[in-house]
């Protein structure tokens, strides 16, 4: 009894001691992130995914320094005051822009601290960059120059505003930020410069600007150049390019600018400053800003991207932070996402993991996430998981090629995430690359990724051409001598063609079927066809009405049976939505063009607007089908040809929509234009008009309820 109430205290004295631990150093007790790791699928629906990171400690929380004072050494606490960037060197030594302390804090491997430069008066600095050999570069915001020191803190060089006759006078010099390439070549960020980066080669001389964004021209802005007259425009403000946030640089020399901007938010620039990620596009949904903030502030709302910083691991993963959303994602070498997470901020109660306000990130060696806080003042680490791991060796293996030995990994992270949309395109590239065609076509199709399933498809249809070459040529061959035969034998068919025709005229008879017959009449002849359709009435609302029922199934049955490559994503809301939209836009068409004609002495009735506008879309019903089948025996390559057909199929409908406006109403060529240009702005105008009462209905519904309240109250 005496051993076991021993043990029992033992076992309890251990519990009590984990819990204090916990207690007293929460950088390194260990836990369930505190956030939703989520991932997107080929599909872009994003889902809950298996956590890559967990949070493991913080660091730059415990400064103290020494200080001699009257003799005698002195340790006192030193935090550190709105931090502004973050860097990690060779040894993963971390170096921190400590901005309001005028000093650069180094600390070793893990997070204990070394010492804090202050060299030369620094002032606001807001960046740091250290070289292989150990060359410390500092922006020097307030002192509005670029300081280098030795390994030591010895002041090598400074470099103040460069002299250019490219630069204007009014060019407003003042450093945030600085990355240096291996030729010694310095890549500085300027507060405010729209002119992109300032590229110095290693003496300090201006070598010129780099990686400059495109100006956004708004619809707005076409507007105004269009109409207003030179001293206008000239009162107007100048529409420039945005300013560049943030700079990183990559172990193989590309550079990454991270931009407030939708369209140019991460640039990746090879040496002479081409955009390599023209086609790429990052940062969150809107649906994921400001999730977190319980009152955003106007700054925020004002922001088109809240992406700040960026950094690149060494598999080549980039990792970018967002300081409104205050999110973390990370994307593959190629620019694809790979997962992301939104922490959940709760002011005034820190939470291990969860950054209040990130400005900076970086990673060491072993691709732990360092994430600089500019309001807690102290760095989060974060740490892969298993999963993280595995998923960021088999993203290596498959963008250096080797995809053979990769398949392992992704195969390990799809059993730690089966939900996880990547691994299955990771398995798809080395099914692909083993010449398994059959199943990276099925694993491609999973993953969502339309250009692997098309060289994919090609190959497995080359493959069926080279096998069945020879019977397809004696099929093709045999086709044709059948034509020829029936050609020749065509009389001696026509006596029973004319008894077959006689069966079957009382059946053709129906007004109906007739009426419906007099659909392929409109292709051949459609001047006469539509003249037809209201003085010999050969037309109806209700063979109107089941050839526009024919064309919303041919369109519904067209989303669901066109091949994978051409329409990777049916959706029902969204084949919902398009008949929806479609049947607004015709109906508003049929009123509008009706009564445009009504206005410009149009010979017209509305029955004969609606059944013409219907007759007018029979092209749809005709070739819709037959090109969703053509497109499932095509690839991206033949791309062209689809789109031309599906193109034809549409100007065909537009044409004809031409010939019944002319038809009908008795128009001249000049006379359908101007109706049809008319039609189109009424249409435009109605919506408008439509928009409006639904806003000014809505606003008057809030505002009775809102009295309801009051008096309830």
Same mark, same amino acid.
């Given at each position: 009894?005496?051993?076991?109430?021993?043990?029992? =205290?033992?076992?309890?004295?251990?519990?009590?001691?984990?819990?204090?631990?916990?207690?007293?150093?929460?950088?390194?007790?260990?836990?369930?992130?505190?956030?939703?790791?989520?991932?997107?699928?080929?599909?872009?629906?994003?889902?809950?995914?298996?956590?890559?990171?967990?949070?493991?400690?913080?660091?730059?929380?415990?400064?103290?320094?020494?200080?001699?004072?009257?003799?005698?050494?002195? =340790?006192?606490?030193?935090?550190?005051?709105?931090?502004?960037?973050?860097?990690?060197?060779?040894?993963?030594?971390?170096?921190?822009?400590?901005?309001?302390?005028?000093?650069?804090?180094?600390?070793?491997?893990?997070?204990?601290?070394?010492?804090?430069?202050?060299?030369?008066?620094?002032?606001?600095?807001?960046?740091?960059?250290?070289?292989?050999?150990?060359?410390?570069?500092?922006?020097?915001?307030?002192?509005?120059?670029?300081?280098?020191?030795? =390994?030591?803190?010895?002041?090598?060089?400074?470099?103040?505003?460069?002299?250019?006759?490219?630069?204007?006078?009014?060019?407003?010099?003042?450093?945030?930020?600085?990355?240096?390439?291996?030729?010694?070549? $310095?890549?500085?960020?300027?507060?405010?410069?729209?002119?992109?980066?300032?590229?110095?080669?290693?003496?300090?001389?201006?070598?010129?600007?780099?990686?400059?964004?495109?100006?956004?021209?708004?619809? $707005?802005?076409?507007? /105004?150049?269009?109409?207003?007259?030179?001293?206008?425009?000239?009162?107007?403000?100048?529409?420039?390019?945005?300013?560049?946030?943030?700079?990183?640089?990559?172990?193989?020399?590309?550079?990454?600018?991270?931009?407030?901007?939708?369209?140019?938010?991460?640039?990746?620039?090879?040496?002479?400053?081409?955009?390599?990620?023209?086609?790429?596009?990052?940062?969150?949904?809107?649906?994921? /800003?400001?999730?977190?903030?319980?009152?955003?502030?106007?700054?925020?709302?004002?922001?088109?991207?809240?992406?700040?910083?960026?950094?690149?691991?060494?598999?080549?993963?980039?990792?970018?932070?967002?300081?409104?959303?205050?999110?973390?994602?990370?994307?593959?070498?190629?620019?694809?996402?790979?997962?992301?997470?939104?922490?959940?901020?709760?002011?005034?109660?820190?939470?291990?993991?969860?950054?209040?306000?990130?400005?900076?990130?970086?990673?060491?060696?072993?691709?732990?996430?360092?994430?600089?806080?500019?309001?807690?003042?102290?760095?989060?680490?974060?740490?892969?998981?298993?999963?993280?791991?595995?998923?960021?060796?088999?993203?290596?293996?498959?963008?250096?090629?080797?995809?053979?030995?990769?398949?392992?990994?992704?195969?390990?992270?799809?059993?730690?995430?089966?939900?996880?949309?990547?691994?299955?395109?990771?398995?798809?590239?080395?099914?692909?690359?083993?010449?398994?065609?059959?199943?990276?076509?099925?694993?491609?199709?999973?993953?969502?990724?339309?250009?692997?399933?098309?060289?994919?498809?090609?190959?497995?249809?080359?493959?069926?051409?080279?096998?069945?070459?020879?019977?397809?040529?004696?099929?093709?061959?045999?086709?044709?001598?059948?034509?020829?035969?029936?050609?020749?034998?065509?009389?001696?068919?026509?006596?029973?063609?004319?008894?077959?025709?006689?069966?079957?005229?009382?059946?053709?008879?129906?007004?109906?079927?007739?009426?419906?017959?007099?659909?392929?009449?409109?292709?051949?002849?459609?001047?006469?066809?539509?003249?037809?359709?209201?003085?010999?009435?050969?037309?109806?609302?209700?063979?109107?009405?089941?050839?526009?029922?024919?064309?919303?199934?041919?369109?519904?049955?067209?989303?669901?049976?066109?091949?994978?490559?051409? $329409?990777?994503?049916?959706?029902?809301?969204?084949?919902?939505?398009?008949?929806?939209?479609?049947?607004?836009?015709?109906?508003?068409?049929?009123?509008?063009?009706?009564?445009?004609?009504?206005? =410009?002495?149009?010979?017209?009735?509305?029955?004969?607007?609606?059944?013409?506008?219907?007759?007018?879309?029979?092209?749809?019903?005709?070739?819709?089908?037959?090109?969703?089948?053509?497109?499932?025996?095509?690839?991206?390559?033949?791309?062209?040809?689809?789109?031309?057909?599906?193109?034809?199929?549409?100007?065909?409908?537009?044409?004809?929509?031409?010939?019944?406006?002319?038809?009908?109403?008795?128009?001249?060529?000049?006379?359908?234009?101007?109706?049809?240009?008319?039609?189109?702005?009424?249409?435009?105008?109605?919506?408008?008009?439509?928009?409006?009462?639904?806003?000014?209905?809505?606003?008057?519904?809030?505002?009775?309820?809102?009295?309801?309240?009051?008096?309830?109250?």
């Amino acid at each position: 009894m005496d051993k076991r109430g021993k043990k029992q =205290r033992l076992l309890l004295l251990g519990i009590a001691l984990t819990l204090m631990a916990a207690v007293l150093f929460p950088d390194t007790a260990a836990a369930e992130p505190p956030y939703v790791t989520f991932s997107k699928d080929g599909y872009n629906r994003t889902i809950p995914s298996q956590a890559a990171y967990y949070p493991a400690k913080v660091v730059g929380n415990d400064i103290y320094v020494t200080r001699t004072e009257k003799g005698e050494a002195l =340790r006192e606490y030193s935090p550190l005051k709105r931090p502004q960037d973050l860097f990690i060197d060779e040894k993963d030594e971390i170096y921190i822009a400590d901005t309001d302390n005028n000093r650069i804090v180094h600390l070793n491997s893990k997070g204990k601290f070394i010492r804090d430069i202050r060299a030369e008066g620094l002032k606001t600095p807001q960046g740091v960059f250290v070289t292989k050999d150990g060359t410390i570069y500092i922006a020097d915001t307030g002192n509005k120059r670029i300081v280098t020191l030795d =390994r030591e803190g010895k002041l090598l060089q400074q470099f103040e505003r460069p002299q250019s006759r490219f630069i204007d006078e009014t060019f407003h010099y003042e450093p945030t930020n600085l990355v240096v390439d291996s030729r010694g070549f $310095m890549y500085v960020i300027s507060n405010g410069s729209y002119q992109g980066v300032i590229q110095l080669d290693p003496e300090g001389n201006f070598y010129g600007f780099y990686g400059t964004n495109l100006t956004e021209v708004s619809l $707005m802005d076409l507007v /105004r150049k269009a109409f207003y007259t030179e001293e206008q425009l000239s009162r107007q403000v100048r529409t420039l390019p945005t300013t560049i946030r943030n700079i990183h640089i990559d172990d193989q020399g590309f550079i990454y600018t991270v931009s407030a901007t939708e369209k140019e938010q991460v640039k990746k620039l090879n040496i002479r400053g081409e955009n390599q990620w023209t086609d790429k596009k990052f940062g969150l949904d809107s649906r994921f /800003r400001n999730r977190n903030r319980s009152q955003p502030t106007s700054t925020d709302k004002e922001q088109k991207s809240g992406l700040t910083d960026i950094t690149v691991d060494r598999n080549g993963n980039l990792v970018a932070i967002d300081k409104i959303s205050n999110s973390v994602t990370q994307y593959g070498p190629n620019g694809e996402m790979l997962f992301f997470w939104v922490g959940p901020v709760t002011f005034g109660t820190p939470q291990l993991g969860i950054s209040q306000s990130p400005v900076s990130v970086a990673t060491n060696s072993k691709n732990a996430l360092f994430i600089l806080d500019d309001s807690q003042n102290l760095i989060h680490v974060l740490e892969p998981t298993e999963f993280g791991m595995m998923l960021q060796k088999a993203t290596a293996l498959s963008q250096e090629g080797r995809y053979e030995e990769s398949e392992q990994h992704w195969k390990e992270v799809l059993r730690l995430n089966a939900l996880y949309s990547p691994a299955y395109r990771g398995l798809a590239q080395a099914a692909y690359h083993q010449e398994d065609y059959k199943q990276a076509l099925d694993l491609f199709k999973l993953a969502g990724d339309a250009d692997g399933y098309s060289d994919t498809f090609w190959q497995l249809r080359l493959q069926w051409f080279q096998q069945n070459f020879t019977y397809v040529a004696n099929a093709f061959f045999l086709i044709v001598l059948l034509t020829l035969i029936a050609g020749s034998r065509k009389k001696k068919f026509t006596l029973f063609r004319r008894n077959k025709d006689k069966k079957s005229v009382s059946w053709f008879r129906k007004p109906l079927l007739q009426q419906l017959k007099h659909a392929f009449t409109i292709l051949r002849h459609p001047i006469d066809g539509f003249t037809d359709l209201r003085y010999s009435f050969k037309g109806s609302y209700l063979s109107a009405s089941i050839i526009l029922v024919l064309v919303a199934a041919v369109l519904l049955v067209k989303e669901y049976f066109t091949s994978f490559v051409f $329409m990777p994503i049916p959706s029902n809301e969204r084949s919902i939505a398009f008949l929806i939209i479609s049947a607004v836009t015709w109906l508003t068409w049929v009123v509008c063009n009706y009564l445009i004609g009504s206005i =410009r002495q149009g010979e017209a009735r509305f029955k004969d607007v609606f059944i013409g506008s219907a007759y007018a879309l029979f092209p749809i019903v005709l070739l819709g089908l037959p090109l969703a089948a053509l497109s499932n025996v095509m690839t991206h390559s033949e791309q062209s040809i689809y789109s031309f057909f599906e193109m034809g199929m549409f100007v065909w409908c537009a044409l004809l929509f031409y010939w019944k406006i002319q038809s009908l109403q008795n128009y001249g060529v000049g006379e359908t234009i101007a109706n049809v240009s008319l039609t189109a702005f009424a249409m435009l105008i109605t919506w408008v008009l439509i928009s409006i009462m639904t806003g000014l209905s809505s606003e008057l519904q809030n505002f009775f309820y809102t009295i309801y309240q009051e008096v309830s109250m």
